[in-house]
Every structure is written in structure tokens, then in C-alpha cells.
């Protein structure tokens, strides 16, 4: 489907196509770059709410700031698709998210606008500081630095450590405030009811219009105006909420909050806060989803709906033709209510991840013991860590990704502790279309160096409800780890009794005499239908289901390398340091000698598609399995062949 810009859009390719323009007619750019947007992610899929909430904003950054010299960075990267159609990239937009196409986030390496690679949450205000000091110690005091950051992201403790030093580096650098409510789910915590107050508050914001309205009929000086206004919106802010305005407390001069969606507003305020050196915040307030009104009311829903009708609004599902296995963070939400049904011990914590994770379930139906503590990750943990120091048996849902920034909490806090948090890591492995900065292939890697912590991994959803179960055993007491990937199962009737499952204790689930298969979680499934495959060439492939890489399976080890000569791993991580090197380093430290193939993710950054495209490129689809075997046995399959 051809999708044209509208006629100010499409003479757009970059921001100085945009600074040739009216003011005035800026409103109808915003307009058109809103329903291009609409029209793009509807047909091509994509994040969706989060960038038509800052359409105004996009174009009035980029309209006012003299970008990429300037520099603009974008927090998470959800609310960048404005930014990229504005910065050369309209035409090949249709790409987006797509293999070997153009990023979802902001990449360094794709544009000089995008001054930042993101996609975890709250890096932003670090990232844009440090440029503005950088060009402070190197004499650039004309050079512009804003980041842009949303209410759900400034929950997390960097951006106040970020927020915290700013006050005192005395450089040239903007915060913006995205204030919306919202990140994924609703924004929860003392800070969203603290801005919710400064926003809604109408004494203060009446009072604030004439005061600013006053001043600017007064025959004085720009700079001796605006240095009173600030001082009187102080203490105004002092008077209504009773106590000093939190970003100015950590010095940081604070305008706002202003509509976000008022272009023109935008720009004159941007124009002024140029001429202001120093660290500032502005605080402005939008609506997710702007602009079309489904994505307004279910701002959750929309975040990246998939295909939609955009007249209609219906949502393109595929019916199936059979009964559909489950994703596996469904699995995980259902199964953890029947837990805690069981054990009134049972809590469960995410990291503002209750959709994703489908933690909600447990909220909805248990309130008392499920939470959604924001984008804190390393909270997120050392919480569960204490409340299992009282005897809480705790699930601490945390995408792979992101556990990344709980890693000293995870070690320091619960494994040296010996704490029996059960750490359920969703999203392992290749992730598709977010890409690299999503992608959960490390944690194997750095867990697996760690003491006293179990590492396990499910082929399917009952082997997931399984190691659930065991888990949360009164007999089970130090950190737990289960990693499991994002999507569908391939289990449709998943829901069967609990089995105990010993902790270290793995399965064969196919005898054979040529070569052994050893995997590691979902990726067991491709190793089935490559055992199949291989049949067909009269190769007796075994295979061995492993579900745990810590402790590993050392009786079940023994028979491998005692029985085969020749052994793949595969694993649906980074090769180096995960799954297969454990394997490895048994074989090596019991003297076995056998000619080792590791399947998994190779020693590069892998960027985003399907899951199905990034699977082959690495080799290990069920092709890329067979093919590896028939490499290993291709002796065996000449013979076979004559």
C-alpha cells in the first residue's frame, strides 16, 4: 500500500526543510506528520500511542533547536517515530521494525539525529547531560542539549541520580517532562500523584496565567521579567502545594507544566528557554494516543496494537483454524494465582511490567499480594529480597533485558543472602522486532557465575507450570531462576497437574546412536523437528531436553559423553558463556574428549525481524539444527547416499 505525505510533509527530509516554514503553519505539518503516522503503523505495525502523544512536540523541537547539532535525545524511543519522518527517513519508514530495515528506537549508527541509542527506560538525562558537559569543557556555550523523558520513566532511581547531579554541573541542558500518565500500563507512585497535583491544581495554574500574563505588559527589560517570573511562579508553587516544587530543589530551574499539544506554545516557549543557560525542566502535559480517539481511551491496548483498520479501529488478529497454544507469560500469570491459591505465602513483583509479564492477573484478583512498583528494576529485586527475609515466597517477573539493570541487586542482595526469590525471566532470547537493546540472551551468562543461584529453563508450558511449582517448594530455598521466551507456547491443552520437578535433573526425550542434541528451554521444539528431518536421511539423532544449566544434569552428562563422540548444544542465548560453554567446561573437566557444536547467538549484536528470521540467521531453526548435524555426521551421510 502507497502511503503519500501530506503537501508540507512531503517536502520535509530533513529539520531545515522544517525551519523554512511559517510558524503559523506549523499546526497543519503536526496534522499531517500525526496521520502519517496513523497511516503507517495501521498498515506496517509498530509502537503507536506513545509518538502520537508527542507529535507537537516533535516538530516544535526540531522547528526551534538547530538539530543534529543541537542534541535531542529520545527516553525508551516508543514516543521517536515523528522524529525519524522529520529527520530523512519518511521515505523508508515502511521498514520500520522490519528485517534489515530501519530501528524502532533512535541508533547512532542509523542517523545524526539520533545522538543516542535507547530502549531501556530513564537513560536520557544521564545521556544528554554528559553531552552538555562535553561541550561545555570543549568552549561549545552555544550548543543546545534536551532529552525528552516520560512520567513513567522518571520513576526510575537513575533519572533521579541523573537529576541530582544536573543540579550542580552547571551546564547547558533542557529536561523535558512528558507528562502523561502513562508509560506502557499507568504510571504508579508518589511521583505521579506529585505531578498529578501540580497539573490539576487549579489555584496554581489561574495564578500562574495572570502572574505571567502581568509581566508581560510591564516596560521592562526581557531578562529582568523573566528572572521575576520565575522567582514569583517559585513561590507560588511554595504557597499552593505547601512545600518547595521537587525539581528545584535539586536546582533545577522548572517551567510549567504547558499544554503539549498547543504548537504554538511549545514554540515560543522553547525559543525562550534557549536564551536561559543553565540546567532547566520543562514540564509539559499530553495525551497518549492524540489524536485518534481509541488509542486516548485504552492507552495500554494501543501502545503497539499490531495491524489495525484505522477507520475502524478492529484490530487484525489471525483466527485460528485449531486450538492455539498460549503465550508463555500467560501461562505464568494464570499459574501464579493457582500458587498463591495454595501457599498464602506467594507474592508476586513487577518491575512496571504487569501486562507484559500478565502479573495483572494476580493484581486484579490479589491486590494485597501482587505490585507494580514502576521502572525500577533494582527496587524491584532487593523488595522481594526482603520480603523474603520474612517469609515470603516471592516471583519477581522481570523482563531478561532488563533484569540487566538489577544484576548487583540480584547478586549482592539475594544470592549472597541465599534468598529464595524466584526470578521469572520473561522475554529470553531473540526477541523480534525490538531488537538488540530487548534481546535476552545474556542472562545465562552472567547468572551462571553466580553462587547458590538455580538456572533452569522450560521446553513448553507444562514444564513452565512445573518449575513454577517447584519453585516455591518449602524444600527449595535459594534464588531461583526460570527463563522462558517471549510469544506463543506449543502446548494448546497446557493446563495440567503440578509435578515436582528435581532441581538438576534433565530428560531424554529421544534415544539414538549417531549424534547427541542437547537443548536448553523452547528451543527443544526446533530440535524435534530437526530430529525429524534428520530421520529421513536414516540418522538416529538423541535428543536431551537439559531444563536446567545450573546445576547441570551430571548423571545425564555422563551418559552423553560416554555414549557420543559427536554433540551439539543449542540454546537461545549468546554462545559465549552460556549453555553449551557449560556443557563444555563439564566435558573438559571430566576428561571426556567429543567434537562439540554450539548452537546459539553468536559474538555480535543482533539486530531486529521476526523471531523466525533471527532464529535462521543464527542458525538455530530446525534447518539450521539439521544442517549442523549433517555437517557433523557427513560421512555417515555419503555413505548413506551411495
Same mark, same amino acid.
Given at each position: ?272 528557554? =534557549? ?142 543472602? =541465599? ?177 562439540? =557444536? ?45
Amino acid at each position: 500500500m502507497n502511503i503519500t505525505p501530506g503537501p508540507l510533509l512531503g517536502n520535509i527530509q530533513t529539520p531545515a526543510d522544517l525551519r523554512k516554514l511559517s510558524k503559523e503553519q506549523l499546526h497543519e505539518v503536526s496534522e499531517e506528520l500525526r496521520q502519517f503516522i496513523i497511516d503507517m503503523v495501521s498498515v506496517h505495525g509498530g509502537h503507536f500511542a506513545a509518538s502520537l502523544g508527542v507529535v507537537e512536540l516533535s516538530v516544535a523541537l526540531h522547528y526551534v533547536f538547530n538539530t543534529p547539532y543541537d542534541q535531542l535525545v529520545w527516553d525508551v524511543g516508543h514516543q521517536a517515530y515523528g522524529h525519524k519522518i522529520l529527520t530523512g527517513r519518511r521515505d523508508v519508514f515502511h521498514t520500520n521494525r522490519k528485517y534489515h530495515g530501519i530501528s524502532g528506537f533512535p541508533k547512532r549508527d542509523e542517523s545524526p539525529y539520533d545522538t543516542f541509542g535507547v530502549g531501556h527506560s530513564s537513560t536520557s538525562l544521564s545521556a544528554a547531560l554528559g553531552m552538555a558537559i562535553a561541550s561545555k569543557f570543549k568552549g561549545e556555550t552555544d550548543r543546545q542539549h534536551i532529552a525528552v523523558i516520560g512520567d513513567g520513566a522518571m520513576t526510575a532511581g537513575m533519572a533521579f541520580e541523573a537529576l541530582n547531579h544536573a543540579g550542580v554541573a552547571n551546564a547547558n541542558v533542557l529536561f523535558i517532562l512528558n507528562d502523561n500518565c502513562m508509560s506502557i500500563d499507568p504510571n504508579v507512585g508518589a511521583l505521579k500523584e506529585y505531578l498529578t497535583d501540580i497539573t490539576t491544581s487549579p489555584t496554581y495554574n489561574k495564578f500562574r496565567d495572570d502572574v505571567w500574563n502581568l509581566l508581560g505588559k510591564l516596560p521592562v527589560g526581557k531578562r529582568f521579567t523573566r528572572d521575576m517570573a520565575s522567582k514569583l511562579e517559585a513561590g507560588i508553587k511554595g504557597v499552593v502545594s505547601g512545600s518547595s516544587n521537587l525539581f528545584e530543589s535539586l536546582k533545577l530551574r522548572y517551567f510549567g507544566p504547558i499544554d503539549g499539544h498547543n504548537i504554538i506554545k511549545l514554540v515560543d516557549t522553547l525559543q525562550d528557554l =534557549k536564551d536561559i543557560p543553565g540546567p532547566k525542566l520543562l514540564h509539559i502535559v499530553t495525551t497518549k494516543g492524540k489524536g485518534y480517539a481509541l488509542a486516548e481511551k485504552d492507552q495500554t491496548t494501543w501502545h503497539a496494537p499490531g495491524l489495525f483498520d484505522k477507520i475502524t479501529g478492529e484490530i487484525f488478529k489471525k483466527i485460528p483454524d485449531k486450538p492455539q497454544a498460549p503465550k508463555y507469560q500467560d501461562v505464568f500469570g494464570h499459574t501464579i494465582i493457582e500458587l498463591a491459591e495454595q501457599n498464602n505465602t506467594i507474592m508476586g513483583i513487577t518491575p512496571a511490567m504487569p501486562s507484559g509479564s500478565s502479573l495483572k492477573y494476580m493484581m486484579e484478583k490479589m491486590p494485597d499480594r501482587a505490585f507494580d512498583v514502576g521502572i525500577c528494576e533494582q527496587h524491584a529485586v532487593t523488595l522481594s529480597a526482603g520480603l523474603a527475609t520474612q517469609g515470603m515466597r516471592v516471583f519477581c517477573t522481570i523482563y531478561s533485558s532488563f533484569f540487566q539493570r538489577a544484576y548487583d541487586q540480584a547478586l549482592h542482595d539475594v544470592a549472597i543472602q =541465599k534468598l529464595p526469590v524466584v526470578f521469572c525471566l520473561d522475554r529470553a532470547g531473540l526477541v523480534g522486532e525490538d531488537g538488540p537493546t530487548h534481546h535476552g540472551v545474556y542472562d545465562i551468562a552472567y547468572m551462571r557465575c553466580v553462587p547458590n543461584v538455580v538456572i533452569s529453563s522450560p521446553m513448553n508450558e507444562e514444564e513452565l507450570r512445573n518449575l513454577m511449582y517447584s519453585s516455591q517448594l518449602s524444600t527449595q530455598q535459594q534464588p531461583f531462576v526460570i527463563r522462558y521466551p517471549r510469544g506463543q507456547g506449543v502446548m494448546p491443552e497446557w493446563r495440567q497437574p503440578f509435578k515436582e520437578i528435581k532441581i538438576g535433573t534433565g530428560r531424554k526425550l529421544r534415544s539414538g546412536k549417531d549424534i547427541a542434541i542437547l537443548s536448553l528451554g523452547h528451543v527443544g521444539n526446533f530440535v524435534t523437528e530437526a530430529c525429524k528431518d534428520l530421520l529421513a536421511d536414516d540418522l538416529q539423532p538423541a535428543h536431551y531436553d537439559m531444563r536446567f544449566v545450573k546445576p547441570l544434569d551430571e548423571e545425564m552428562l555422563h551418559e552423553v559423553f560416554s555414549q557420543f563422540d559427536k554433540v551439539i548444544t543449542v540454546e537461545d542465548h549468546a554462545i559465549s558463556g552460556g549453555f553449551g560453554s557449560a556443557v563444555m567446561e563439564f566435558m573438559v573437566d571430566h576428561g571426556y574428549t567429543a567434537k562439540v =557444536k554450539r548452537l546459539g547467538i553468536p559474538d555480535r549484536i543482533i539486530e531486529h525481524g521476526k523471531p523466525e528470521e533471527l532464529h535462521r540467521e543464527c542458525g538455530f531453526d530446525a534447518a539450521g539444527i539439521a544442517a549442523a548435524a549433517r555437517e557433523m555426521m557427513k560421512d555417515k551421510v555419503t555413505v548413506t547416499a551411495i
